[in-house]
T-cell receptor
Framework: KQEVTQIPAALSVPEGENLVLNCSFT??????LQWFRQDPGKGLTSLLL?????REQTSGRLNASLDKSSGRSTLYIAASQPGDSATYLC??????????FGKGTKLTVNP | EAQVTQNPRYLITVTGKKLTVTCSQN?????MSWYRQDPGLGLRQIYY???????DKGDVPEGYKVSRKEKRNFPLILESPSPNQTSLYFC???????????????FGQGTRLTVV
């Protein structure tokens, strides 16, 4: 059974800092991995999708990497801003189409 | 605009009173699913549908029903809600097919359900 772990559970940083969020998964047989952002009481917004054959994807200040063989992904956020404060969720998709989620990392960026 | 729409956004109901949460997507996606999100447990899949008239159980299906009569709609039905179904619910949709690598999932805004 696929299990996804995100470390740390919470992170507080000063504005402007570069930071890395970690995601690990137990079964390397995945089709893709997605990073989502969730604001309090809101839905999930897709940030980046990495296909299993890719090693990284970039969108603006965000860069996500994938090492499928070791079961790891990282989300790098450059020059963090208070508006980046949210919970970041990692999810992997296998052959059943189902997304298996980690429990998230709650990020607080302090002005 | 591509979107998944859920209604209602907030709902307070009493134990045993049947309710339906609607979900609609405008992207012609084949795959739709329902998740619940609980503190400490994360997001867990309730039911999913691969296409019209094709539905199956997810990880936590007890107490829920779904139907998929049209491609765009995937309602979640609670026949006799109980307090342990108090949760935040999300509907999601994505494409299917051989291009699994491309199946980005889109989520609705969520429905916060309280059963008293």
């Amino acid at each position: 059974k696929q299990e996804v772990t995100q470390i740390p559970a919470a992170l507080s940083v000063p504005e402007g800092e570069n930071l890395v969020l970690n995601c690990s998964f137990t079964d390397s047989a995945i089709y893709n991995l997605q990073w989502f952002r969730q604001d309090p009481g809101k839905g999930l917004t897709s940030l980046l999708l990495i296909q299993s054959s890719q090693r990284e994807q970039t969108s603006g200040r965000l860069n996500a990497s994938l090492d499928k063989s070791s079961g790891r992904s990282t989300l790098y956020i450059a020059a963090s801003q208070p508006g980046d404060s949210a919970t970041y969720l990692c999810a992997v998709q296998g052959g059943s189409e189902k997304l298996v989620f980690g429990k998230g990392t709650k990020l607080t960026v302090n002005p | 605009e591509a979107q998944v729409t859920q209604n209602p956004r907030y709902l307070i109901t009493v134990t045993g009173k049947k309710l339906t949460v609607t979900c609609s997507q405008n992207m012609n996606h084949e795959y739709m699913s329902w998740y619940r999100q609980d503190p400490g447990l994360g997001l867990r899949q309730i039911y999913y549908s691969m296409n019209v008239e094709v539905t199956d159980k997810g990880d936590v299906p007890e107490g829920y029903k779904v139907s998929r009569k049209e491609k765009r709609n995937f309602p979640l039905i609670l026949e006799s809600p109980s307090p342990n179904q108090t949760s935040l619910y999300f509907c999601a949709s994505s494409r299917t097919g051989t291009n699994y690598w491309a199946t980005e999932a889109f989520f609705g805004q969520g429905t916060r359900l309280t059963v008293v």
